[in-house]
Structures are given as structure tokens and as C-alpha cells.
């Protein structure tokens, strides 16, 4: 084999070492997508025309598209369905789940909210939106009654960002300005977050506590509270961005599994104490 040979042969070795490499990276980056189920309740989308008009694959359709447009695996879910969509089966496959809810938190059945939680002490991430701070699954994570102030007249709001460093405010301006929307203000009862990423000011003068972030077990939440169903909140860019981010933050790491419960010791000591009740 002359030295030419020799050079076309390595060639095509790293060209196909390259392909294989890109297939297996290919098929990592399947594997590993990120599962987000998007909940709405998919009640003002089937009564109110303007709703309708705004989103007319309901709220859940236009969040799971704009997340799948950034890289995520999406599936939609509404209170309609059996189980509100909200399977066993489901929620074990969900890495994710988003929750808009505003007419009908009543009719969210218990034992939903209780299989929602215990896959959020789990490890699922779990983003609320807008009125979703009066769902069942909400209140019950964070303890209090999650009251706030509130007013409709398509007044303007800036969401200022206050902890820019923090991976939900990746690619965002110092602040998001939405020209219309209905306010929220405080006191809003919910326990102080861990984080503060957001908070809002209002055309009218009131501020409010607007990206909030919480660990409950091994799951992480963030509360995110633009999202009023009259306005096109949902197709404004920076809003479907911060919702990209708070996807990837909350969804589950890689760590260790923590084992709870009477453990035998790592080290090599002497077990003989006959003081234990247990």
C-alpha cells in the first residue's frame, strides 16, 4: 500500500468514525429529549369566542408547540379527558408538566391532585401558570391559600427580570414588556420562593412576585404568572422562551437516587448497642 493509499484509507476510516459518531450522538439526543405534558383545563377555549380566536388549538396547544419548536417532546392533556390525561402511566413518562387552569379547579379530581404530587416529590418538574396559582395541585404543594389581588383592563405590565444569573432568564432583555393584561398584585400568600426570578409592575402601580421557584422533594416548581386567556400572552416570544427555560430547569437531573430509612454503615463499626427500641 503506497503512502497515497495509506491517506484514503485513514480518510474514509475518519469519515466513517465521524458518521458513527454523529449517529450515536443522534440518537442520544432522542433518548434523552425532555417529556413535557402540557395541562389545560380547555374550558374558555370551548365557551368564549374570543378565547377561541386567540387560541384556536386551545392554551395546551399553542405552549406544546412553541416547546416543541425548541427541542422538547410535547403531549397535551386536558380536564376533559379520562383521568384529565393524567394516567399513572403518563405522569411516569412525563420529565415535565406544565398546568393552566382558571374556571374549573373544583372539578380536578383528588385523587389526580395526589397522583400529580407524588410524582413532583418524585422528581417531575412541575410549571404553573397564570390562574393555575388557585389550582388544587399548587395550593397543596405550597401550604397556603395562594390569594393575591387582581384586576382586567388591558393595562400594561413589565416583568422585570431580578436574577438574570438564573438558567429561566437565559436570553431574556432586563425586562419583558406585555401591552395588555390583567394584573396581579399583592399580597400574594404563597411561602417566600427559593428564588425570585421575575417580578412585575403594572400600568396601575402595583408590583407582584411573577417567576417564582420552590424545591418540594426531589421536584423542583415555578410559578410563572403572565397567561390571561383574553390576550395572546402565549404567542409572545420572550414569554414561550421563558417557558423553554423553566422546562429544561425544572426538569430532572442525573443525581443519585436518595435512599431513605434504617441504612447498614459504609464504614466498619460495632453494632452490639442494646439501647435501640426500634
Known amino acids: 500500500m503506497n503512502a497515497q493509499q495509506r491517506r484514503t484509507r485513514l480518510a474514509s476510516t475518519n469519515r466513517t468514525d465521524c458518521r458513527l459518531?454523529?449517529?450515536v450522538t443522534a440518537e442520544e439526543e432522542i433518548t434523552t429529549m425532555t417529556r413535557v405534558t402540557v395541562w389545560n383545563e380547555n374550558v374558555h377555549e370551548q365557551e368564549h369566542e374570543a378565547v377561541a380566536d386567540l387560541y384556536p388549538d386551545g392554551i395546551h396547544g399553542t405552549i406544546a408547540t412553541a416547546l416543541a419548536e425548541r427541542?422538547?417532546?410535547?403531549?397535551?392533556?386536558?380536564?376533559?379527558?379520562?383521568?384529565?390525561?393524567?394516567?399513572?402511566?403518563?405522569?411516569?413518562?412525563?420529565?415535565?408538566?406544565?398546568?393552566?387552569?382558571?374556571a374549573a379547579h373544583d372539578e380536578v379530581a383528588d385523587e389526580v391532585v395526589a397522583r400529580v404530587k407524588e410524582r413532583v416529590l418524585d422528581g417531575m418538574g412541575l410549571i404553573v401558570l397564570h390562574s393555575?396559582?388557585?389550582?388544587?395541585?399548587?395550593?397543596?404543594?405550597?401550604?397556603?391559600?395562594?390569594?393575591?389581588?387582581w384586576r382586567e383592563a388591558a393595562e400594561t405590565e413589565r416583568?422585570?427580570?431580578v436574577e438574570p444569573?438564573?438558567?429561566?432568564?437565559?436570553?431574556?432583555?432586563?425586562?419583558?414588556e406585555l401591552p395588555e393584561t390583567e394584573m396581579y398584585g399583592e399580597r400574594f400568600d404563597i411561602p417566600a420562593p427559593d428564588t425570585?426570578?421575575?417580578n412585575s409592575w403594572f400600568e396601575g402601580g402595583e408590583v407582584f412576585r411573577s417567576g417564582c421557584c420552590y424545591r418540594r422533594g426531589a421536584g423542583r416548581i415555578f410559578y410563572f404568572r403572565p397567561g390571561h386567556e383574553t390576550y395572546p400572552i402565549y404567542h409572545n416570544d420572550a414569554v414561550?422562551?421563558?417557558?423553554?427555560?423553566?422546562?429544561e430547569?425544572?426538569?430532572a437531573g442525573d443525581g443519585p437516587e436518595p435512599s431513605f430509612g434504617n441504612a447498614d454503615p459504609i464504614e466498619d463499626i460495632d453494632e452490639s448497642d442494646e439501647r435501640s427500641v426500634h
Open 21 to 23: 459518531a454523529n449517529a
Open 71 to 102: 427541542g422538547f417532546d410535547t403531549e397535551t392533556a386536558t380536564l376533559q379527558e379520562p383521568e384529565h390525561g393524567l394516567t399513572g402511566d403518563v405522569l411516569a413518562e412525563t420529565d415535565v408538566l406544565t398546568w393552566w387552569g382558571h
Open 132 to 149: 393555575g396559582h388557585y389550582s388544587k395541585i399548587f395550593r397543596e404543594l405550597m401550604g397556603t391559600t395562594c390569594s393575591l389581588k
Open 159 to 161: 416583568l422585570w427580570v
Open 165 to 176: 444569573g438564573h438558567p429561566i432568564a437565559d436570553g431574556i432583555d432586563e425586562y419583558i
Open 196 to 198: 425570585l426570578v421575575f
Open 240 to 247: 414561550q422562551q421563558v417557558l423553554a427555560n423553566a422546562c
Open 249 to 251: 430547569w425544572a426538569a
